[in-house]
Every structure is written in C-alpha cells, then in structure tokens.
C-alpha cells in the first residue's frame, strides 16, 4: 500500500476541505526500511533531480570523530535509540542513535537511512589513546 505525504482532509474547525487538485506523484512516500546491526548490506534508491539516497539496511561500521580526526570502528550493538525503545532491542540505527563501539559509546550524527553509512561522535572513551593509535 502506497504511502502519502498529504495535507489534511479538514479544517481547524472540522470542517471537510475541498480538493483542488489529484495526488501528485512527488507526494508519496517511502516505506520505511530500518538500519540494522549486522552485515553490510546498502540498498540504491533513485531520489529526484538524478540524485540516489543509499539506504543501509545492514551495518556494522562506524566513521567515529575523536578529537578532530575520523576512525573506523567496528559497532558491538545498540545502547539507546531516542526514536523508539523498541529499536534497541531489534539493533535499530537511526540518527541520534546511542551504540557500543570497540572504541566505546558513540552518539549518531548521520541518517543512515539516507546516507548508507553511520557517523557517530565519541562520548565515553573505554580505550585508552595508545591502544586506539596501534590500530
């Protein structure tokens, strides 16, 4: 069943609103398809004007910023998901996102249902600097 990203059928007041126009097809919308943890598996989507959205339906990577610089860094699971509560328990990613890495806690800065890849910001630290360097 097709989606739409439609105005509303009535008024503030209740009322019903006339239409002035049919459905367009620049109106409908996507099904969602949710960003796991696990293999990596990005699907390529046409978007408008020849763009393509990349949307990752496995992931198991994460660009990690740590002080300045960009590391990739193997993700364990997720801790919290602002979104849904229900996402941590099916390893849900979307932006804003809490996961584990081998670094330590990450906040998503990224949507990787758009992007086909996580960024994350670090925000506890469980290596220390020596260990992060010899990787």
Do not use: C
């Not at 398809?33 to 293999?39: A, F, M, Q």
């Not at 801790?79 to 390893?91: G, K, T």
Request: charged share 35%; aromatic share 2%.
């Amino acid at each position: 069943m097709t989606k739409w990203n439609l105005n509303s059928k009535r008024k503030k007041t209740g009322g019903l609103l006339k239409k002035g126009r049919k459905k367009k097809r620049y109106q409908r919308a996507r099904d969602y398809l949710p960003s796991h943890v696990g293999k990596k598996v990005v699907k390529v989507k046409k978007a408008r004007s020849d763009n393509v959205k990349r949307i990752g339906l496995g992931l198991n990577e994460a660009n990690v910023m740590i002080e300045g610089k960009a590391q990739k860094t193997k993700i364990i699971h997720v801790i919290e998901n602002p979104a849904d509560p229900h996402f941590v328990r099916r390893n849900i990613v979307t932006k804003g996102a809490i996961i584990q890495t081998e670094i330590g806690k990450a906040r998503v800065t990224s949507r990787p249902g758009q992007s086909g890849a996580i960024n994350a910001v670090l925000i506890d630290r469980t290596m220390t600097k020596e260990k992060i360097k010899k990787k």
